[in-house]
């Protein structure tokens, strides 16, 4: 398996920002799609932001464009999400997950993170 380890979840008022980090093994991240996705407490896993294995191409749900950013470090086996203008709605379990093509669907992504938690307060 290739293990992966998300980290920077907490608890913010609306407005904020927070930066998400998922390390993964170098063996496997460097050719890898990324993605983060989220779920909160009752709904199904959703999408939000993935980045293709050389960080060329990336992609965002509508509900956080413009607002977060996917990001990876391929030195450092590493893929961020900097959240900005967070809000409440924005509450959830945010899980990094790793595939060999990109993709929004959670179906395509065989290894994924313990999840992180972040509460947005209003």
């Known amino acids: 398996q290739v293990p992966l380890v998300e980290s920077g979840g907490g608890l913010v008022q609306a407005g904020g920002s927070l930066r998400l980090s998922c390390g993964a093994s170098?063996?496997?991240?460097?050719?890898?799609?990324m993605a983060w996705f989220r779920q909160a407490p009752g709904k199904e896993r959703e999408f939000v932001a993935r980045?293709?294995?050389?960080?060329?191409?990336?992609y965002y749900a509508d509900s956080v464009k413009g607002r977060f950013t996917i990001s990876r470090d391929n030195a450092k086996s590493t893929v961020y999400l900097e959240m900005n203008s967070l809000k409440p709605e924005d509450t959830a379990v945010y899980y990094c997950?790793?595939?060999?093509?990109?993709?929004?669907?959670?179906?395509?992504?065989?290894?994924w993170g313990q999840g992180t938690q972040v509460t947005v307060s209003s």
């Open positions: 997950a790793t595939a060999p093509s990109p993709s929004t669907s959670p179906r395509m992504y065989s290894y």
């Open positions: 170098r063996r496997t991240f460097s050719s890898a799609s």
């Open positions: 980045i293709t294995w050389n960080g060329g191409s990336t």
